[in-house]
């Protein structure tokens, strides 16, 4: 069973830092790409990030750009978003999600992705 479970949200105040973590099972880690995405009230759920586990490849949403970091670590089938520098329109929940293309945020159904993670930055 494919299950991917997003954690690491919390209340951080305009200008820090947050660390999110997405943990896989059921999947061949190594041999998928895995996504961020976010939605905040009332708005579309938007992807944010991508990394290809395959080869490395990263991906951003402009608004994020320069600020968000993803990496992944495939030992433990956990990829990571590193926020810096973080503003209140960031304030969303995330989930991360098994990609099926990174570069037009294509992702498998939402079935897989898990619980998300609440995010909340104040001004």
């Known amino acids: 069973e494919v299950q991917l479970q997003a954690s690491g949200g919390g209340l951080v105040q305009a200008g820090g830092s947050l660390r999110l973590s997405c943990v896989a099972s059921g999947i061949t880690f190594d041999e998928f790409a895995i996504g961020w995405f976010r939605q905040a009230p009332g708005k579309e759920r938007t992807g944010v990030s991508c990394?290809?586990?395959?080869?490395?490849?990263?991906y951003y949403d402009d608004s994020v750009k320069g600020r968000f970091t993803i990496s992944s670590d495939n030992a433990k089938n956990t990829v990571f978003l590193q926020m810096n520098s973080l503003k209140p329109e960031d304030t969303a929940v995330y989930y991360c999600a098994p990609m099926i293309l990174c570069s037009s945020w294509t992702a498998y159904g939402t079935s897989y992705w898990g619980k998300g993670t609440q995010v909340t930055v104040s001004s």
């Open positions: 990394i290809s586990n395959s080869d490395g490849r990263t």
